[in-house]
């Protein structure tokens, strides 16, 4: 199979030991709480919760590696990159505290390149680097540990319209299935003497040379569906609610799990409105580097 | 008053009185020091905005009434798999073509992303639910089985490329709408393309080639930079070749809208999440998607609308 889906069940995760709703709920809340703060003070509480639900999900570092190390690298270049440039904290702090200013030895074209190291400029970073981080962690677990056959009585039980939860069900069991088409199209195509691997040309010749693969699967598809309608309809799809073959019930440490969410995004939203959380830098280092 | 039309009246009246609260409750007072949410609404002026507020929502409103009944809000059976389709379908080839299975080239920093043109196709053919579906729900899944976690804002930007594209359906006059979307497409990407020209520095975040240790951080080519301005042309060529053929002009400029709004939402939002400056997500991250995507859409979305024509009038559906 072309598809492989990255959930398997693990019996010592503490993520897959709550229900998918709880933990969709939950994941929400702690996604705006994070992003109502700006202080790394506020942030780290934040930080270590994502690296407590990272250690204790089960998942083995050969599996989420490379997603791991992409995000990871992302995260640390986008902070650097604030850092060297000064662009994009400008936002939220106004003055600088100079710490040390680097130039170079020579200039180009009458450019001197210069790197001003300020206090805000590394604070801003890390903030940066912690808020961003948090979020990611949490993020890229979900595919590993919430299970695809349980993703569209996830999506009713958060309160999506029934037809819309079916839909994401259906496109579950979908997804193997065109990629297996896929596989049978292209080898096809090859057998007929289409090579994808090789196509040249200008980007106007390399994008229509990507038709003979991706118009028949579309249209294989769409042709394809016409059966599945006919046995939804059949089965008189839509006239009353509907019932899901794997019930999902809240039990205590759910619901735990779901009042810990809430009181996260109300404490940090309160805290925002009641105005902590913004930049900070610390007092000690200002007057240290003030002029 | 049937019950749809009620939870649409229902759900405007409560965003109504969440911006009565927060502009007279919460705008009346004084922002606290260096609070990052600042409500203060300036209360000598506070009446004339609400009035904008109110405007807006009865213009929402007015929209859905007058197109309550066209078939284009409609959600049966059929829609239910199209949505699937496409969305598993956007989800399988976003995932095949970003470079991970098949080593596809990419020319002056621009690498093959063809997968955009199912949400545009799907959006066109089958409605802007059916399209919203595909866009976003194929990339929330694409980004999961490519292992590199979920971003909202992305995924609800491309569920914008699909509604977008499927907007057609509202409007009567198709050739006049058709020159109205011209005309705002056109000056977005010129716009955007006179942003890039102030800020040639910036680097094209969404460049990776790791043979050579590029990990987004070099600086935008001008090709990638101007991708948008040919994506135009060439839409706009689309449109008038295809003169006769409205249905392949109509999906192509709708196309177009789409994926430069439902892009833009996605970058800007950068602003607020990742704190990027407004020249970064515009030129940083707008460009270099939704230039190339406008050149995908110009040549892979007419060859599908074609090639369905066809099988319906051979199925006779």
């Given at each position: 199979m072309l598809v492989a889906w990255r959930y398997r069940k693990r019996e010592n995760s503490l993520i897959q030991s709550f229900d998918p709703r709880a933990w969709v709920i939950f994941y929400a809340c702690y996604l705006f709480a994070t992003l109502s703060f700006w202080d790394v003070r506020f942030l780290l509480p934040f930080f270590f919760i994502a690296f407590f639900v990272l250690f204790t999900s089960g998942v083995k570092w050969y599996e989420m590696r490379r997603a791991f190390l992409f995000i990871v690298g992302f995260v640390f270049f986008f902070a650097l990159l604030t850092f060297l440039t000064g662009r994009g904290g400008a936002e939220v702090y106004e003055e600088e505290h100079l710490i040390r200013e680097f130039t170079a030895s020579f200039s180009i074209l009458g450019w001197t390149p210069s790197l001003k190291v300020t206090v805000e400029r590394v604070f801003f970073a890390v903030s940066q680097l912690v808020r961003v981080s948090s979020i990611a962690v949490m993020t890229i677990l979900i595919p590993y540990s919430l299970n695809p056959a349980l993703y569209g009585i996830t999506f009713k039980g958060?309160?999506?319209?029934?037809?819309?939860?079916?839909?994401?069900?259906?496109?579950?069991?979908?997804?193997?299935?065109?990629?297996?088409?896929?596989?049978?199209?292209?080898?096809?195509?090859?057998?007929?003497?289409?090579?994808?691997?090789?196509?040249?040309?200008?980007?106007?010749?390399?994008?229509?040379?990507?038709?003979?693969?991706?118009?028949?699967?579309?249209?294989?598809?769409?042709?394809?569906?016409?059966?599945?309608?006919?046995?939804?309809?059949?089965?008189?799809?839509?006239?009353?609610?509907?019932?899901?073959?794997?019930?999902?019930t809240y039990r205590m440490r759910d619901r735990i799990l779901i009042a810990a969410g809430i009181f996260l995004l109300a404490g940090s939203i309160s805290l925002a409105l009641a105005g902590y959380g913004s930049f900070w830098t610390p007092e000690a280092l200002i007057k240290m580097f003030s002029n | 008053m049937d019950k749809k039309l009620t939870n649409v009246l229902i759900s405007l009246i409560v965003i109504l009185a969440l911006f009565a609260v927060v502009m007279f409750a919460l705008g009346a007072g004084e922002p606290a020091e260096g609070a990052l949410f600042n409500f203060s609404v300036d209360q000598a002026s506070v009446v004339s905005r609400f009035v904008f507020v109110v405007i807006g929502i009865a213009i929402a409103f007015a929209v859905y009434f007058a197109t309550s009944s066209n078939k284009a809000w409609e959600v049966?059976?059929?829609?239910?798999?199209?949505?699937?389709?496409?969305?598993?379908?956007?989800?399988?080839?976003?995932?095949?073509?970003?470079?991970?299975?098949?080593?596809?080239?990419?020319?002056?920093?621009?690498?093959?992303?063809?997968?955009?043109?199912?949400?545009?196709?799907?959006?066109?053919?089958?409605?802007?639910?059916?399209?919203?579906?595909?866009?976003?729900?194929?990339?929330?899944?694409?980004?999961?089985?490519?292992?590199?976690?979920?971003?909202?804002q992305w995924s609800i930007g491309n569920g914008l490329v699909g509604f977008v594209s499927g907007m057609w359906m509202l409007f009567s006059d198709r050739k006049k709408s058709m020159d109205a979307v011209l005309y705002v497409s056109g000056a977005l990407a010129l716009l955007t393309a006179l942003l890039f020209f102030l800020n040639r520095g910036e680097a094209n975040m969404l460049f990776y080639d790791v043979d050579n240790g590029i990990f987004g951080d070099q600086q935008i080519s001008l090709f990638a930079g101007l991708a948008i301005v040919i994506g135009f042309l060439l839409a706009l060529g689309v449109r008038y070749l295809f003169r006769d053929n409205e249905e392949v002009a109509t999906a192509v400029t709708w196309g177009m809208l789409g994926n430069i709004l439902g892009l833009l939402f996605a970058a800007l939002s950068d602003i607020v999440i990742n704190g990027f400056s407004f020249a970064a997500a515009i030129v940083g991250e707008f460009l270099p998607a939704a230039g190339p995507n406008l050149i995908f859409a110009a040549i892979l979305v007419p060859m599908l609308v074609v090639a369905y024509k066809s099988t319906r009038t051979q199925s006779g559906r």
């Open positions: 958060v309160g999506l319209p029934d037809k819309f939860a079916y839909a994401m069900d259906l496109t579950m069991r979908f997804i193997p299935t065109f990629g297996r088409d896929f596989q049978l199209t292209m080898d096809a195509q090859r057998a007929r003497g289409y090579e994808l691997e090789k196509i040249s040309g200008g980007i106007v010749q390399q994008v229509r040379k990507l038709g003979p693969i991706f118009v028949p699967v579309t249209i294989h598809a769409i042709i394809a569906s016409e059966d599945i309608i006919d046995a939804m309809d059949l089965r008189a799809f839509g006239v009353g609610p509907r019932t899901w073959l794997d019930v999902l | 049966g059976t059929r829609e239910v798999v199209w949505m699937a389709i496409g969305a598993a379908l956007y989800a399988v080839f976003s995932w095949l073509f970003n470079g991970t299975v098949f080593v596809v080239p990419s020319l002056s920093q621009v690498s093959l992303r063809p997968a955009i043109a199912i949400p545009m196709f799907f959006g066109f053919a089958f409605g802007p639910v059916v399209g919203f579906f595909t866009g976003a729900v194929g990339n929330m899944f694409g980004d999961a089985l490519t292992g590199f976690g979920l971003s909202p």
